[in-house]
């Protein structure tokens, strides 16, 4: 038998008499969730407030938020932290932004705030480090496991939030480099994106990993050089390697030197191995070569072209 609740609409189980049955059952409960368990889901298996304040009060549970109990411990890992999130958040919440790639499986990021996206029209709180964003309409999102949205999106949305350009360029190149999507699904997420901070250099980042040579096509690194003090290259040609990767190749004939610029985002496949071989026959055979990734040129430019400066009247002085 069951009964209801008439102001929150919960459902609540046959009580549980003995503290060791309902010990067990929300353990088991909170292992689903990194060790954190909602009070509905204590409610749905007879376990009330009564029940949790008494195990709040002999230090075996530890209230984490208005809904969020935590079982054990009140020392939160990350996938508790992020139910918590979403259950204290409001209804209708799911991860976002570089959480959400995180939980997709991201690694080489630290995420210092818990992205979290909801409806505008859903009641929201405001929760300890978490990062609100309230959405017209929502995006895609994964339903099995914790909700969170798509990777495209969460790549999107987490240049997008970023601190700087540069770790924006970050988040942009890591979901490519450990293949959580494609060049077509990030540039089809991105051309549905009608306004966005940065929205320039993002451009111009996300056309760098998903289009290497029309973007390098476009750069015009003659022009920078000259900014830099140096003269005009003898040749300025995009490239492409027998395995696929795009790099843009600058020369001055006058002092051997040789500057590619990576179109590739990543290293993948045998790709080191092939520029190895090629940069290593340009030294045997008496040039300097100097690679840029073609990011690095948006993110430094000016510390890139002095260290090409600084080779070119190097080698000059030698002549």
Known sequence: MTQRRSTAHVVVGMPLRYGADRRITAAELAAEHGGVVHRVALAHHGIGR???????????WFK????????????LGQPASWWRALWE?????????????????????????????LPARNRYHRVDGVTLHTVREPDPALG?????VVVEVATIHAAQWAVSD?????????????????????ALAWRGVTRSPRRAFLAAVIADVTDGAHSLGELDFARMARGAGLPEPTRQAVCTGPNGRVY?????????????????HHTLALNPV????????????????????????RLAPQEFLLQVRRMYDTLRSRR
């Not at 029940?51 to 230090?59: H, L």
């Not at 984490?64 to 020392?75: E, K, L, N, Q, W």
């Not at 843009?248 to 590739?264: F, N, Q, Y």
Request: aromatic residues 2%; proline residues 3%; contains cysteine.
């Open 64 to 75: 984490v938020g208005r809904h969020t109990v935590a079982i054990g411990s009140p020392d």
């Open 248 to 264: 843009l190749d600058v020369r001055w004939d006058d002092v051997g030197l040789v500057v590619e610029i990576d179109g590739g």
């Open 144 to 148: 099995a496991g914790i909700p969170r």
């Open 50 to 60: 009564d029940a949790i304040r008494n195990e709040v009060a002999a230090g075996r």
């Open 274 to 297: 092939d520029d190895a071989l090629r940069q290593n026959e340009r030294v045997v055979a008496g040039e300097r070569v100097l690679r840029i990734p073609v990011i690095g040129l």
């Open 166 to 186: 540069r770790q924006a360029a970050l988040l942009i190149c890591l979901p490519m480099q450990q293949r959580m999507t494609t060049a077509a699904r990030l």
């Open 89 to 117: 958040s409001g209804s209708g919440a799911r991860l976002d932004g570089a959480a959400a790639l995180v939980a997709h499986g991201l690694r080489g990021f630290t995420v210092r705030t818990i992205d979290v996206s």
